[in-house]
């Protein structure tokens, strides 16, 4: 029997070409240059290089960060609910909900970056896999909208949300179901 090489579906062709052009653009992205008025990079006065530990007080920056630190905790929260309803998931959900929280501090290192108090979450399927499945959908919805609000801020901001980005389609990735994830 010959062994048939392994097929990269189309789906997650073009989802990782659209992630690695969008991570290529961002390492464009020079917060060293004298005079580029980039939104948010603090100076320091005696060299004008720069301040590394000045955090944005950027209006833009504070709100992208804000929206995604909003984001990342409703996903956290929805982890712990799964995980206390189906507890033989806890195993597998760990890694996200570690990954969340590591997030949620790194956003609120900003000054003014606070998310706003969680609101009610839907109701949780009733099945464990509909919970991975409904997990994995979030955690796409999550990488596209902090994708899409890194391309319009710059600098650490931006490596923020796409590192952020980054780690929700793996973490998509790792909770859709072996069935679905060979058919796409």
Request: aromatic share 2%; net charge positive.
């Amino acid at each position: 029997m010959p062994n048939e090489p392994l097929r990269l579906s189309r789906r997650a062709a073009l989802t990782t070409a659209a992630l690695a052009s969008g991570a290529v653009v961002l390492t464009g992205c020079d917060d060293n240059s004298s005079g580029s008025g980039t939104p948010g990079a603090a100076k320091n006065s005696k060299s004008g290089q720069p301040a590394e530990e000045t955090p944005s007080t950027d209006p833009v920056i504070v709100a992208a960060l804000s929206t995604a630190a909003a984001q990342v905790t409703q996903l956290s929260l929805r982890y712990t609910s799964v995980s206390q309803k189906f507890p033989a998931l806890r195993t597998q959900l760990a890694a996200g909900a570690k990954y969340h929280a590591s997030h949620l501090a790194r956003l609120k290192e900003t000054a003014g970056v606070q998310p706003p108090a969680p609101g009610k979450l839907p109701a949780l399927p009733s099945t464990s896999s509909a919970a991975l499945t409904d997990l994995a959908k979030r955690e796409k919805a999550a990488a596209i909208a902090h994708a899409a609000a890194a391309a319009k801020v710059s600098g650490q901001a931006a490596r923020l949300l796409a590192m952020i980005a980054a780690a929700e389609t793996q973490l998509a990735t790792t909770l859709t179901p072996k069935k679905k994830a060979e058919s796409e």
